[in-house]
C-alpha cells in the first residue's frame, strides 16, 4: 500500500489536512491519538511512565495528567529521552498494526507531528509537511488553545524548525490561506500525485518520461536526490549500501531532464535481481520492463549489462541504475559526473549537444541515441583528466 508521512509544526493546520484526506478515502493513522491510547489508564504504558517519573505524574482519577509530565520533562533532554523510550516504540508499533489492517490498496497517511525528529521520513513513499507562517501559526494557538504566546513560541522552538522539515518534504502545502484553499491543495494532490501513484505501485509500474524537454538547472535537485537516497538505503537496509547522484542533474549548473538519476552499487547483478529488486519495488522503485545496457566506451566490445529501476511517483520521475561494483559501466557514470562538474569548457560544450540534438530528437530513445558519439569522445578526455589528476570513483 500507499504510505504517506504528514506533519507540520504545532499551529500550521495540519489536523486539517488529515482530515480532508480521510475525507477523500485515506487510511488516517493519527500518531496524536495513539500516544494517547498507549498512556490510558491500565495501560502497559502509563505504567511504565509511573514507574520511571514517579505518581506524581498521575491526575486523581489515575489518567495521566500530561501538564505534570510536561513539567518533568520540558527542557530535560535526559527526562525527554527517558519518556520516548517508553512512547515511541508503543506508537510505532500500534501505527504499523494499524496500517497493516488496511486493503492492499489503501493509501495509509500516518499523521506524525515529530516524524522529522525521530527520522521517519525515508520509511514513507512521500512525505507532506503543512507550512504555516509563524504569526499564523501564534494567533491560532491562541486563540483555539488559550496559549499565551511566550508558551506558544515555546513549544514552536522545542520542535524541528521549517528549513529541517523543508529537507525531508515531497510536498509543501502552504496554509497560510483559508480553509477552502488548504482543501483545494489537498484534492489537487490527492488525484493528480497520490491516486496514480498508489496504482503505478501496486501494479509494479514505471513513470517513463518519453518526451525530452530540458529543464533549468534547479537547485533543489541534490536535496531530491537525498530524499530518495535515503528510502533506497531504509528499503535494503541493513546492508550498507553505496548509493549516488548521477547524471546532469548532479552537475550543478547544467540544464537537464528533469529526472534524477540515482546509481546503486551491487556484488553482482545476481543479488540485483533477487531481493534487492522486489525491497526497490516495494518501495516505490519499480523495475523498467526489459533487459538494460550501457553502450562500451571506447565502443567495439560488448555492451555493458546493468539493471534499471524508475519511480512510480508520477510527481518525481527517476532513473535508478543498478550496476556492479567497479565494473566499467559503474566507474564510467562516476567519472563522467566529476569530470563534467571539475571542466567549465567540457560541460558547456555537452550542453550545447544537448539542446541541439533534443530540438531534433525529442523523444527519449532518439535523444539517447544522438548523444553517443559525444559520450565515444568525452571518455578520452575524462581519462585524461583522471590520470592527471588522480581521481578515484
Known amino acids: 500500500m500507499l504510505k504517506v508521512g504528514l506533519t507540520g509544526g504545532i499551529g500550521s493546520g495540519k489536523s486539517a489536512v488529515a482530515a480532508r484526506f480521510a475525507r477523500l478515502g485515506a487510511v488516517v493513522v493519527d500518531s496524536d491519538r495513539i500516544a494517547r ?52 516504540p508503543r506508537v510505532r508499533a500500534r501505527s504499523a498494526e494499524l496500517a497493516a489492517a488496511a486493503s492492499p490498496e489503501a493509501i495509509v497517511v500516518n499523521d506524525v507531528p515529530l516524524l522529522v525528529e525521530v527520522g521517519l521520513a525515508p ?16 494567533a491560532r494557538l491562541a486563540r483555539d488553545r488559550g496559549m499565551s504566546r511566550a508558551e506558544a513560541e ?31 491543495a489537498v ?21 517513463r518520461v518519453r518526451q525530452v524537454r530540458l529543464a533549468e538547472p534547479d537547485p533543489t535537485w541534490p536535496a531530491q536526490y537525498d530524499r530518495l537516497a535515503a528510502r533506497i538505503r531504509h528499503a535494503l537496509g541493513p546492508a550498507d549500501v553505496r548509493i549516488d547522484h548521477i547524471g546532469s ?33 516495494a518501495a516505490g522503485f519499480p523495475r523498467f520492463p526489459g533487459e538494460w545496457w550501457d553502450s562500451p566506451r571506447p565502443p ?31 566507474r564510467y557514470a562516476l567519472l563522467m559526473r566529476d569530470h563534467l562538474r571539475a571542466d567549465p569548457e567540457q560541460r558547456a560544450a555537452y550542453l550545447a549537444v544537448k539542446r541541439a540534438v533534443a530540438a531534433t530528437a525529442p523523444d527519449n530513445v532518439g535523444y539517447t541515441t544522438a548523444k553517443e558519439p559525444w559520450f565515444d569522445e568525452e571518455q578520452g578526455r575524462a581519462e585524461a583528466w583522471a590520470a592527471r589528476t588522480g581521481w578515484r570513483p
Open 123 to 138: 520509511t514513507y513513499h512521500l512525505v507532506v509537511v503543512v507550512r504555516t507562517a509563524p504569526e499564523i501559526r501564534l
Open 187 to 207: 484534492d489537487a494532490l490527492w488525484h493528480g500525485r497520490l491516486v496514480p501513484y498508489e496504482e503505478n505501485l501496486r501494479q509494479r509500474r514505471v513513470v
Open 37 to 88: 491510547e498507549v498512556v490510558a489508564p491500565g495501560s502497559d504504558g502509563l505504567s511504565e511512565i509511573v514507574a520511571t517519573f514517579g505518581a506524581g505524574v498521575l491526575a486523581p482519577d489515575g489518567s495521566l495528567d500530561r501538564p505534570a509530565l510536561g513539567a518533568l520533562v520540558f527542557g530535560d533532554e535526559a527526562a525527554r529521552r527517558r519518556l520516548e523510550a517508553i512512547t515511541h
Open 249 to 281: 542533474t548532479s552537475v550543478p549548473g547544467l540544464p537537464a531532464k528533469d529526472v534524477i538519476d540515482v546509481q546503486l552499487a551491487v556484488s553482482s547483478l545476481d543479488e540485483a535481481d533477487g531481493v534487492v529488486a522486489e525491497r526497490l519495488a
Open 300 to 330: 567495439g566490445g560488448k555492451p555493458w549489462p546493468k539493471r534499471l529501476h524508475g519511480s512510480a511517483d508520477p510527481g518525481r520521475p527517476v532513473h535508478l541504475h543498478v550496476r556492479e561494483a567497479g565494473s566499467p559501466g559503474w
Open 154 to 184: 515555546r513549544r514552536i522552538a522545542a520542535q524541528a524548525d521549517d528549513a529541517r522539515r523543508r529537507a525531508v518534504a515531497d510536498v509543501v502545502l502552504a496554509n497560510d490561506a483559508t480553509l477552502d484553499d488548504l482543501h483545494d
